[in-house]
């Protein structure tokens, strides 16, 4: 059985191929009975032969052919040496394709066997000369049953273009296994260049002919992620403890521009394959919190110039690592836990950097930049003093976090990443930084050489006036006066019960109205090709615009529509949420279904309303250990004709305008009463 024949699909990928929600394929597998067996997977999870899948959907006439990038992602999926081994073989095709265009066609015409002989030398020297000699992909075995692979990889480079199809095939990877891999978010690895540099160096095409030299160093470099944001590096040197993550990285940065790429699959503190050279910039994501990083057998290693770190301060060895590696006037940036600038184990070396001009900037940014997601994380910069210049006088501290306090991190990033640029280059250029309260200030070496030598950005930033000062108060105050007085206005009226009992009304289910085309039942994935916001669950519970981060792959989104309902599949309170026109446009996250009724047949806001009563939630949820999951499909409302539907409607309207102006109210209320607080403690406002 070849491997394409032996590839395996999920009921969510059924889904995906046929262009249909999950809850259709549940729906063949029990009212057909010649819909394929499960061939593996578990009971709750089971898996599907793709071969028969597609032969069934073909026969039913709902597929008229497999899209070529799920069939290349099954065979991904389906290798038996597992889904990274197969990445790697793709991604080593798709480089000789991108390389050498005008080889493949010939090599891909011959017989398995013939092919992967001939394959073999060709793929040795496109692989050492972009990745130099001892690169991470030099054993790549390439046996006859894997070039159906390699072709269908090739077939889908020529259609996406090499490196984009690596980038999808990647990117479903990674979706797939998110507990698996720590991933540094695109935003946050473009702030990280934009720090770095080049310096001194072309910013124009990477590698371009005249340019000057700019070497980049991650020594964790994970997928290649960081290294991929530098714009005009001509050589990029990459390592990674573990030899899967070193021979993604390698493919994806050679894929990606002409950059001489190195990248070495080793352990960066105990067995350093880059300590004979001097590099621009060192970018750095390292692992967090580790005990075990080599403390014992690198007690006498010279990279120990500001001191030796203790155990538990495995982050100021990465800072020393990446410090040791820069040519004079280098600069390194460097993703931190935000307890590195104040655990007093670290204070020596704190107080050494400071002193010696190597330590520029601390930047603390807001919580969700990066995993782990509820810790607001620090970048550090750092920069390789030359022997003879003397020290900056103060170190840069920015404080990010209140720029997302209100509208999340999506809508906030643009601003975090404006700010921290531009207080870095004014810093950079001239050692000074204009003083925002609250944000920015470079802040004198001398104040900070205490006892503690407490680097926390917060700790030594001037106070934001209190809420902007009074004048801002009273507009806040203003405001929220307006809205309790629409709130007032829009309270329902006394409930009157009915003049006599109410006939019981015929029901049917969200899966009836599903099925007899009266409205369309949708899974979101959070994912697609774009820069569609995402709506998240969090979203649709607080009423709020969307604030999550497209993932990327190469389907295109399902994006909201007007008169569309939103319901959280997770968290057991009875929720439902009509999109209008300033959510229109948005992805649906994972975890949220979306109902798009037919407006002939369904009134949406009479959905919405129906679908939020305690007991139909009750009724239509299943409890695991952990939480509370909605089957939206069990969900009742009544059939009505559309007209009494519209009545219904508006009173349900009328209820979420009433809810949306006690929301607001909250939010205010809370913004007037930290602001007296802050007023009153800072002195901003008077006790009269």
């Known amino acids: 059985m070849s491997e394409e024949n032996a590839a395996e699909v999920t009921a969510a990928e059924v889904a995906r191929l046929a262009g249909v929600g999950r809850a259709a394929v549940s729906n063949w597998r029990r009212r057909h009975a010649d819909f394929p067996k499960p061939v593996g997977g578990t009971e709750t999870s089971p898996s599907f032969s793709l071969g028969e899948v597609e032969h069934w959907l073909r026969a039913q006439g709902k597929l008229a052919e497999v899209p070529l990038r799920e069939r290349v992602w099954q065979q991904i999926t389906a290798h038996p040496g597992g889904a990274v081994s197969a990445l790697v073989k793709a991604g080593s095709a798709l480089l000789v394709v991108h390389d050498r265009p005008a080889d493949w066609p010939e090599l891909a015409a011959d017989p398995d066997e013939r092919m992967a002989a001939r394959l073999r030398p060709v793929l040795d020297r496109v692989l050492g000369a972009r990745l130099g000699p001892g690169h991470a992909l030099a054993e790549i075995p390439l046996r006859p049953a894997a070039m159906p692979l390699l072709r269908a990889a090739a077939e889908l480079g020529a259609e996406l273009g090499a490196r984009e199809a690596f980038e999808f095939l990647l990117g479903r990877h990674l979706d797939a296994n998110p507990r698996q891999y720590t991933l540094t978010p695109d935003g946050l690895a473009a702030l990280m260049a934009a720090l770095a540099g080049p310096s001194g160096a072309s ?42 993550l070193a021979a993604l990285a390698a493919l994806r940065l ?52 500001y001191g030796f770190p203790a155990r538990t301060e495995s982050e100021l060895a990465w800072v020393q690592h990446a410090l040791a590696h820069l040519r004079e006037g280098g600069t390194a940036v460097l993703l931190m836990p935000p307890a590195v600038a104040a655990r007093r184990s ?115 930033l001037p106070p934001p006036a209190a809420g902007g000062g009074p004048a801002e108060l009273s507009a806040v105050r203003e405001r929220l006066g307006e809205t309790l007085g629409r709130a007032v206005r829009l309270t329902p009226p006394s409930a009157a019960p009915p003049a006599r009992a109410a006939a019981r009304l015929p029901l049917t289910t969200i899966g009836e109205l599903a099925r007899a085309g009266a409205l369309e039942l949708h899974t979101g994935t959070g994912g697609g090709s774009g820069t569609a916001p995402v709506l998240t669950e969090h979203d649709v519970y607080a009423g709020t615009g969307p604030s999550g ?12 529509t007007p008169g569309d309902v939103l319901v959280p599949l997770v968290g057991g309170a009875a929720v439902a949420r009509v999109v209008d026109e300033a959510t229109a446009g948005a992805v649906p996250g994972r975890g949220v279904a979306l109902l798009r009724p037919d407006p002939a047949a369904l009134d949406p806001w009479f959905l919405a309303g129906f679908v939020r009563g305690t007991a139909n939630n009750r009724r239509a949820s299943s409890h695991a250990s952990t939480a509370t ?60």
């Open 629 to 688: 999951r909605l089957d939206v499909r069990r969900l009742r409302l009544p059939r009505l004709p559309l007209a009494e539907q519209e009545r219904y409607g508006t009173r349900f309207r009328a209820l979420a305008e009433f809810e949306d102006a006690l929301r607001l109210a909250g939010r205010l209320g809370e913004q007037l009463v930290q602001g007296f607080h802050d007023g009153l403690s800072d002195g901003t406002v008077t006790p009269e």
């Open 549 to 560: 981060t497209l993932a990327p792959t190469a389907d295109a989104p399902l994006l909201t």
């Open 203 to 244: 910013t124009g095409s990477t590698g371009a002919a005249g340019a000057a030299p700019f070497t980049v160093l991650d020594p964790a470099c994970g997928t290649g992620t960081l290294l991929r944001a530098v714009s005009g590096a001509t050589a990029l040197h990459a390592q990674d403890s573990s030899p899967e």
């Open 346 to 460: 670290g204070r020596r070396i704190r107080a050494d950097l400071l002193r010696r001009g190597a330590l520029r900037a601390v930047v603390a940014l807001p919580a969700g930049a990066a995993p782990p997601y509820g810790i607001p994380l620090h970048l550090w910069v750092l920069r390789r003093p030359a022997p003879q210049a003397a020290p900056p006088a103060g170190l840069l501290l920015v404080d990010t976090a209140a720029l997302a306090a209100d509208g999340g991190l999506r809508a906030a990033w643009p601003a975090v990443h404006d700010t921290v640029e531009g207080a870095w280059n004014a810093y950079d250029a001239a050692g000074a930084a204009p003083e925002v309260p609250g944000v920015s200030r470079v802040v004198p070496v001398i104040e900070l050489l205490d006892d503690d030598v407490d680097l926390t950005p917060a700790r030594h």
């Open 254 to 305: 050679a894929l990606h521009g002409p950059a001489a790429v190195r990248a070495v699959a080793a352990d960066s503190l105990r067995a350093d394959a880059f300590a004979q050279d001097a590099v621009d910039a060192v970018l750095c994501h390292p692992p967090f919190n580790e005990r075990n990083w080599g403390h014992e057998e690198l007690a006498y290693d010279p990279r120990w110039e």
